[in-house]
């Protein structure tokens, strides 16, 4: 699988590091509330089709990214660096296409 990283390119899946699912709001750090903290932590989904991920471009600028990838066929429709604000576009691209 190929990661268009907008600073760096195109590169191989194996240069990145899986950061988690891009949809998770995290709790307050102020927080106390253990049920919100375990959730946050422990729960995860298992989705079939076009989820949003955080990955890091750690084998390369480091960048966090955010990524729309189908997990059925590993089809990446959109990247974009983790940073920028606004949700991301969930159009059907090539394989590996920035957003």
Known sequence: MLITC???GPRDVS?????GDGNRTRPDPASTDLE???AYVYDRQ????IHNEI????GGCRAHLAIVRDTLTHEISSVRFAREHGAPKHGRRKSGANA
């Open 6 to 8: 907008p600073y760096c």
């Open 36 to 38: 919100a903290w375990n």
């Open 46 to 49: 298992n989705p079939a089709g």
């Open 55 to 58: 990955w890091q471009h750690a």
């Open 15 to 19: 240069e990145f590091s899986y950061q």
